[in-house]
């Protein structure tokens, strides 16, 4: 789906990006996706969360070594935006008031 999310971007304020925190085969790609919409310039102003999910499922690789893979800390330093970091269960719905909450806050600031 990754090619036409920007045509999604005219007036977010507020981006949510999931990555699958079961299966780190797919962080690279997740990555790379992730710095493409950081450098989108119609997402300049927008303030990002990045949700790890399925943290209810058994992994060979924590979240912290998956952030440190990825250089998660060196990204956020660098980008314009300003991005927050939750690990969720979407089915359990671990995290979930701590997203709302992020939303709420977010929102609130904005205006
Ligand atoms: N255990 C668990 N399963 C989840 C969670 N969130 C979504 N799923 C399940 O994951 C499945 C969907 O796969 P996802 O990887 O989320 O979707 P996707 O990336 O579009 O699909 P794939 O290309 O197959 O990975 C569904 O069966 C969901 O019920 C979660 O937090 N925990
Ligand atoms: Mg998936």
Redesign the pocket.
Known sequence: MGPIWSSYFGNCRSLLFMV?A??PAQLSASCVQLLGLLSAEQLAEASVLILF?????PCYMSIEEMKSLIRLPDIIACAKQNITTAE?????GTGLSEVLRWLRDTHRTDR
């Open positions: 699958d079961a299966n999910n399925k943290i209810d499922l969720i269960s979407a089915q359990k």
